[in-house]
């Protein structure tokens, strides 16, 4: 049973700076797409950042020009460097692996962006 193991999270003042990262535990094959979700109390899950097939990435509107995803398909690992953090980017924040057969998820690490 393939796992993610997420790390990274925390409690960062605004303005500060977390890196997330993410590995499986063993081996995904076929990897379409890698990213990153978040869920804040009485809110859906949504996308915060994706890596379309190692090369094309997209971001949520509310986190362009200030978080970076990155990985390696052929390692499954897949990172999430946050910048100038908001409160409102306080969240847990989910690891996302797909191939054509599975999707999987990490567990979920805390992010708080508070004074």
């Known amino acids: 049973q393939v796992q993610l193991v997420e790390s990274g999270g925390g409690l960062v003042q605004p303005g500060g700076s977390l890196r997330l990262s993410c590995a499986a535990s063993?081996?995904?094959?076929?990897?379409?797409?890698m990213g990153w979700y978040r869920q804040a109390p009485g809110k859906q899950r949504e996308l915060v950042a994706q890596?379309?097939?190692?090369?094309?990435?997209s971001y949520a509107d509310s986190v362009k020009g200030r978080f970076t995803i990155s990985g390696d398909t052929a390692k499954n690992t897949v990172y999430l460097q946050m910048n100038t953090l908001k409160p409102e980017d306080s969240a847990v924040y989910y690891c996302?692996?797909?191939?054509?057969?599975?999707?999987?998820w990490g567990q979920g690490t805390q992010v708080t962006v508070s004074s």
């Open positions: 063993g081996s995904i094959f076929g990897t379409v797409a």
């Open positions: 890596i379309i097939r190692g090369d094309v990435t």
């Open positions: 996302n692996i797909n191939n054509v057969v599975k999707s999987y």
